[in-house]
């Protein structure tokens, strides 16, 4: 999982266009989704496991 997310976040390129926390945003829920079987409740499950720091700049 770790290295998934890493893979993604250290990306050439997307770092600087994005924002990391716009990379958190975007890139967090799919690689993790992806290992648990995806799914709309994997997804809600996943949401509620996010840092409280990320729900506040929604």
């Known amino acids: 999982m770790l290295a ?3 893979a993604a ?3 050439p390129g997307i770092t600087t266009v994005i924002g ?3 990379i958190d945003r975007w890139l967090w829920p799919r690689p ?12 809600a499950k996943l949401r509620t496991l996010r840092p409280a720091h990320d729900r506040r700049h929604r």
């Open 4 to 6: 998934t997310m890493t």
């Open 20 to 22: 990391q926390t716009d």
């Open 32 to 43: 993790v989704a992806a290992l648990y079987g995806g799914g709309p409740a994997t997804a």
């Open 9 to 11: 976040a250290t990306s």
